[in-house]
């Protein structure tokens, strides 16, 4: 599967946490769990120099799946 250069913050929180109301408290939930564990939070930081985007570059978004111990295909499947 290839990777894609940048993924829409709203999609992969959606994606992540599937028992969301909607978008919005998907990202919530996703930005609680990025404060609550400052490696993760460090690691983002350092792969995109720009923090206020609307979508997630792909070094971040591999970090995101190794943090939610995840491979691309079953993110795809979700």
């Known amino acids: ?31 609680r769990e990025i404060r609550a564990t400052p ?3 460090q690691l983002l930081q350092a792969a995109c120099r720009k923090e206020k985007l609307h979508y997630y570059t792909r070094k971040q978004f591999l970090i995101l799946l190794d943090h939610f111990c995840i491979t691309q295909e079953e993110f795809e499947l979700l």
């Not at 913050?9 to 996703?30: F, G, H």
Request: charged share 20%.
């Open 1 to 31: 599967m290839k990777l894609r250069r940048t993924y829409l913050k709203q999609t992969v929180a959606s994606k992540l946490y599937p028992d969301s109301i909607n978008a919005n408290s998907a990202m919530q939930a996703l930005r």
């Open 39 to 41: 490696q993760l939070n």
